[in-house]
């Protein structure tokens, strides 16, 4: 037993004051494994270090496996698992209420690619600035195992069978809809994604991150193409990720004819290492073209594909008071009895 | 024809042609038949704001196709000295411009009704008991107007000449509607002005009136105004402080937010240029519903505008809203279902699924505006009870109120300040330490909540449409379920007591009764008006403002025999409501007028309804 007291260490704090334990959430009840924990630990880990004050932000989710991992991460933020393939609305909803809210949005392929098409293809055009992240297993879960729309052709299921109609790629729709940050990653990839999520925080717009998340129950297996072992012997980045935070020191060099420095909106750099030719993320035309052909090829491409750090806000587009409109007060929002008395004078 | 129930032509005409009859003074209907795209629309508003300027009791209403451009409308104006404003079932002066639909047009006139028309139709060859006013309306346009193309437009006006002096207008009045219907466009003021002056002349110098139709002033009118529904119901969000709008346009629901958008624009846009609101043209009705709640979950006053259709596609975020407790507000301006049904048409059909819109135990509150006055109150009064309550408030307006011009005394400035319900500020919880989100604290089933943004380690919940316990947390424990859901119940019976009660008009004893709500009102209160004067029957009325219903209803069913509920669908629903709140030993007295044509309800067929099934 000891004899002198050592006071414990003081816990490790982020540059708010805030240790890890405040960013985390609940224990997760997904399968020990699934991939969707690991995205989990990579947020939880990327906005301790990006000093994100948790109540500032708003998780929204879906339905399926992958929308109620928000319960697994950040419980002193305010959350909503809404319906089935329509959080975008709910999404938009409450970013026009409090626009200096920040949106996290994490949905999956069924949620996402097929009933919520619809909600997600004008969420993506409409900029709306919010991060949304795919978790792609290529199955459902929650209805065990059955193909979602982004599951390949020719990917084979448990039961033996065949998907025989191609998949959505949600990466070159976003580009062409007019979503400003694109990207891939893999939930194995940990260096990767946490460069991703971190540049994802610093961006303005909406950022659409399609994160392979292998599903070890239903889509694990000798065929899938959406396996542990297929997207390790099958990924390919594009680019190697960078992230420099606005509130860093940027003092390294790197190779302006290798690597593309992307000035984020909040300050933050963005460093793009080519590893493709022709590898130009502020090209949407380009960003497609390397998607088509890495397909073509039988490779999974991952890195940030399209940046433009820029371009309008959904939010900004409004042109809204600079606060929410959520708590506005009273003389704000009620316009007064002259107004109603010229209006009703004009009636008569 | 369209636009009337009246069969063949009775023989037993009150009047011939030509023969004299005492004057029928402002007491009668004049119908103007045209094409649509035609631009009568300018000159049937001045004809109703003439007669409005006149200080005589007015109304109108605009029958039009599901159509952009040549397909027959028909616009009737009722002016009424006992200021009746609904629908009369009879047309006195037929105005037939629209040659497709002529001979139907004067085919279903009464004996001894006008008609107007072009000479070159000779109408007068199918009715030899309608008094027959033909106008050389080409030739009387080619002289007024001698640009081709705006003489499709400048020919209304010539009807509206003829009208003026064949009713006796007052024309400084008619004047000044022209001058104020084109105020920001001088010279078609004057070229629409000189059109109405040449219909005029034409009549004095060529017609001889055998009719006896005429307007006389009144005071009937001063200080009141006139205003469609849906522009009241935009200007109740205003002023009751919206600040989210999304919607997806359909009719006969747009020009809410058509006309909101323009009064916010107005009236909403702070000194520096920024809007204190944000307006969303949604993809579809579900995202317009899925941002509404979005907005009002995060403390948005938020809303949407919608009719049937849309109120269908909002299902299942209906159920999401009344579980997981948001505020949003839904305004539905009913149209003729089912499916697509009559787009244009007016019907009362959607109480029945709004009342449980969505699956499982489902249950929302229900405003009925039966005037532009409480399109307005019940507009504001929406945005409160939806925070107050924490759950979606539908204002079930139709689309005769919304998209008619009614007239209406001038709508009050609200009272009470804007009610935001039961939030809790990050002061709140350091004094208290901590939150249940679905605790009944207070008793009445309204539970507490925060805001996303609250600056407070304990102000998060989780919002989720499964299974939730009183801290928001997931379950599917028995007990926990069955408690939220009578918990919920318990607040509905809370709405009970903050909707609109019901208005009553009875003198304690009349046998019979009737219950009606929202546009069934104005044919109710004519009819109870023919029933005293032609059957001696004095009726009781109820008008419901709001469901769920307050103990008035059962009062007043219970003090009745015989208790008739009017109501414009086919299937009773209002009548269905009712039976499943009330004892089932009173449901006996009621009884069920409908009326489900896509006209709206008109007072003649409420009385001979209620007079068979009276036996008298």
Same mark, same amino acid.
């Given at each position: 037993m000891a004899t002198t007291a050592t006071p414990p260490p003081a816990p490790k704090v982020n540059r708010i004051g805030l240790p890890v334990l405040d960013y985390r959430g609940g224990k997760t009840t997904l399968c020990a494994g699934c991939g969707h924990n690991a995205i989990s630990e990579r947020i939880i880990d990327s906005l301790y270090e990006m000093g994100i004050q948790p109540e500032r932000v708003m998780k929204l989710s879906g339905i399926g496996c992958s929308s109620k991992s928000p319960a697994y991460f950040l419980s002193r933020a305010h959350s909503f698992n809404s319906v089935h393939g329509r959080m975008p609305s709910v999404a938009t909803g409450a970013l026009l209420a409090n626009k200096t809210m920040m949106g996290l949005g994490v949905s999956g392929d069924g949620d996402t690619a097929s009933i919520g098409m619809g909600q997600f293809v004008h969420l993506m055009r409409r900029n709306l600035p919010m991060i949304y992240i795919i978790e792609d297993n290529g199955v459902y879960g929650l209805t065990k195992g059955q193909f979602s729309a982004t599951a390949d052709l020719g990917s084979k299921l448990k039961t033996g069978v065949i998907n025989d109609l191609p998949a959505i790629d949600t990466c070159a729709l976003a580009i062409q809809l007019g979503a400003t940050f694109v990207g891939r990653s893999f939930s194995g990839d940990k260096k990767q994604l946490s460069a991703m999520l971190k540049a994802a925080i610093a961006h303005k717009g909406t950022v659409m991150l399609d994160v392979i998340s292998p599903c070890v129950t239903f889509n694990d297996h000798e065929g899938s193409t959406k396996s542990y072992k297929y997207m390790q012997e099958h990924e390919e980045a594009i680019a190697e990720v960078g992230f420099v935070p606005h509130?860093? @020191?940027?003092?390294v060099d790197y190779d302006a004819g290798s690597t593309f420095d992307v000035r984020m909106h909040d300050g933050s750099h963005l460093r793009l290492h080519k590893l493709h030719e022709n590898y130009n993320p502020t090209d949407r035309v380009q960003a497609v073209k390397a998607l088509m052909e890495a397909h073509e090829k039988g490779e999974v491409l991952t890195g940030v594909?399209?940046? @433009?750090?820029e371009k309008p806000t959904f939010t900004e587009l409004l042109n809204m008071v600079d606060d929410p409109l959520a708590t506005l007060p009273q003389e704000r929002t009620r316009p007064s009895k002259q107004v109603l008395d010229e209006i009703m004078n004009r009636l008569k | 024809m369209a636009t009337t129930n009246a069969s063949a032509p009775s023989a037993q005409g009150e009047s011939a042609a030509g023969s004299t009859t005492r004057p029928v003074v402002n007491d009668f209907s004049i119908q103007v038949a045209t094409v649509n795209g035609s631009g009568s629309q300018s000159a049937n508003a001045v004809l109703l704001k003439s007669i409005f300027g006149m200080g005589i009791p007015v109304s109108g209403k605009n029958l039009f196709p599901s159509n952009i451009a040549g397909l027959p409308t028909w616009y009737t104006i009722r002016a009424s000295k006992h200021g009746y404003v609904a629908r009369k079932k009879d047309i006195d002066i037929l105005v037939a411009m629209n040659p497709e639909t002529a001979k139907d047009d004067i085919l279903s006139l009464r004996a001894g009704s006008v008609a107007i028309y072009e000479e070159g139709l000779n109408l007068q060859q199918y009715r030899e008991d309608v008094i027959c006013y033909p106008v050389p309306f080409d030739k009387l346009t080619a002289q007024v107007c001698p640009e081709a193309k705006l003489r499709k437009l400048v020919r209304n006006m010539i009807y509206v000449g003829v009208v003026a002096k064949l009713t006796q207008m007052d024309m400084a009045v008619v004047e000044a509607a022209v001058r104020r219907q084109f105020a920001k466009k001088q010279k078609a003021a004057d070229l629409n002005w000189g059109a109405v002056q040449a219909g005029y002349d034409y009549t004095t110098q060529s017609l001889t009136k055998h009719d006896p139709f005429v307007l006389e002033r009144m005071h009937?009118? $001063?200080g009141k105004i006139i205003i469609d529904g849906n522009a009241a119901a935009a200007l109740g969000a205003m002023f009751a402080g919206v600040t989210v709008v999304t919607w997806y346009p359909i009719t006969p629901s747009s020009s809410v937010v058509e006309q909101l958008i323009d009064y916010l624009k107005k009236y909403r846009v702070e000194q520096d240029g920024k809007a204190s609101f944000a307006v969303v043209q949604a993809e579809d009705e579900l995202a317009a519903v899925g941002m509404v709640l979005g907005a009002g979950w995060a403390g948005a006053r938020s809303m949407t505008a919608t009719s049937g259709p849309g109120i269908s596609l909002m299902a299942e975020f209906a159920g999401l809203g009344y579980f997981s407790e948001l505020p949003g507000v839904i305004f539905d301006v009913q149209r003729v279902g089912p499916s697509t049904g009559l787009p244009t048409r007016t019907m009362q059909g959607d109480l029945l699924s709004i009342a449980y819109?969505?699956?499982?135990d489902t249950k929302h509150v229900m405003l009925l505006p039966g005037s532009v006055k409480e399109c307005f109150e019940f507009g504001g009064a929406a945005f409160d009870l939806a925070e107050q309550l924490q759950t979606p408030i539908f204002v079930l307006s139709d689309l005769d109120l919304g998209m008619n011009n009614w007239m209406s005394e001038p709508f009050d400035y609200p009272e009470t300040p804007i009610q935001r319900g039961k939030v809790l500020t990050a002061e709140d919880l350091k004094r208290l330490g901590g939150f249940g989100r679905y605790k009944d604290v207070d008793g009445d089933g309204i539970p507490y909540r925060t805001l996303p943004g609250t600056d407070h380690p304990k102000a998060a919940y989780f919002t989720r449409g499964s299974g939730h316990n009183e801290q928001a947390l997931y379950t599917e424990r028995p007990d926990d379920y069955q408690n939220l859901m009578e918990r919920l119940n318990r607040k509905f019976d809370t709405a009970r007591t903050m909707v609109p009660a019901p208005v009553v008009v009875q003198n304690g004893k009349s046998k019979i009764g009737i219950i009606a709500f929202g546009t069934s009102d104005f044919a109710v209160t004519e009819s109870r008006d023919q029933m005293k004067k032609e059957y001696g029957l004095e009726v009781d009325y109820l008008r419901l403002r709001a469901w769920p219903f307050t103990p008035e209803v059962l009062d007043f069913v219970a003090s009745h025999e015989r208790v008739y509920v009017v $109501?414009?669908?086919?299937?009773a629903q209002m009548l269905s409501l009712l039976k499943l709140d009330l004892p089932a030993e009173e449901t006996v007295r009621l009884r069920s007028v409908r009326h489900f044509n896509g006209l709206p309800i008109d007072a003649r067929s409420v009385t001979d309804e209620i007079v068979l099934q009276e036996g008298i």
């Open positions: 509130f860093e @020191d940027i003092s594909f399209y940046i @433009d750090p | 009937a009118t $001063e819109l969505s699956h499982g $109501e414009q669908n086919r299937d």
